[in-house]
């Protein structure tokens, strides 16, 4: 098994002291920074642009991690780039030309993911795998922070990793929503090995232990 990553979500961090959260999450260790992009549409929710990227991006030498849930990502894909991200993950739901779009986010120079709602099939996948760099599988609905990780999602993550296997894809595969000590192994059990943990890294009092936690859980 792959060694695990920790993508602290900053969609939970401390939005007036931005910067000091995300050298917390460096210092303690974790991977990707995991920056949660919501549109009002996708979801209904509005959270931050290539700005804060941007502004970020001097700050720190992390693995750049955008979660893009809106409509119409083509508009946006090189901006972020342009701002600094390593990895430009699209929701197929919203998407009508997904090939086009994880094309796109080649061309411009990033590593490309693809994230699924709980209730969407990977079957989506199975003619664009070669292109992706990274499956991410929503554990909850998208939208907002803090919500309560959905073990159904569990047989996809063992079925996405299978299909990564039957190609002889090394895609990571990245789970995201209501993750914590609980359950993490779970997930990594199933075969993931990129977990995204927001409130349960930045609610925490102690940042550090809280990666450290995770990390110790998921690895067993
Ligand atoms: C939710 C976002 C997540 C969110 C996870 O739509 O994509 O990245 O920050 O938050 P937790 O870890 O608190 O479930
Ligand atoms: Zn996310």
Redesign the pocket.
């Known amino acids: 098994m792959t060694a695990v990553k920790i993508a602290p ?1 900053i ?2 961090a401390d939005f007036s002291a931005l910067w000091q959260d995300v050298l917390k999450v460096e210092e303690a260790g974790a991977e990707y920074l ?1 920056i ?1 992009v919501m549109d009002g549409h996708f ?1 209904p929710n509005i959270t931050i642009g290539p700005l804060i990227v941007k502004a970020l991006r001097p700050k720190s030498k992390m693995f750049f991690d955008i ?1 893009l ?1 809106i409509e119409n990502p083509d508009l946006y894909i090189e901006e972020f780039i342009k701002s600094g991200a390593d990895l430009v993950t699209v929701h197929a739901e919203p998407v009508h030309h997904l090939h086009r779009t994880v094309s796109l986010i080649k061309e411009k120079g990033a590593r490309a993911g693809v994230a699924l709602n709980p209730a969407t099939s990977p079957a989506v996948l199975e003619y664009i795998l070669p292109l992706v760099d990274l499956v991410l599988l ?1 554990t ?1 609905n ?6 309560a990780f959905i073990p159904e999602v569990l047989p996809k993550i063992t079925a996405v990793r299978k299909m990564l296997e039957r190609c002889g894809s090394s895609a990571e595969i990245q789970v ?4 914590n000590r609980e359950t993490a192994a779970a997930v990594v059990k199933a075969g993931a090995n990129v977990l ?5 890294i930045f609610g925490s009092e102690d940042i550090a232990a809280a990666v450290r936690q995770i990390r110790e859980a998921a690895e067993g």
Do not use: N
């Not at 995201?176 to 993750?179: N, P, R, S, V």
């Open positions: 979500s969609l939970s995991h949660d979801v979660h849930m929503m909850v998208p939208g907002f922070g803090g919500q995201d929503g209501g993750i995204v943990a927001g409130s349960a």
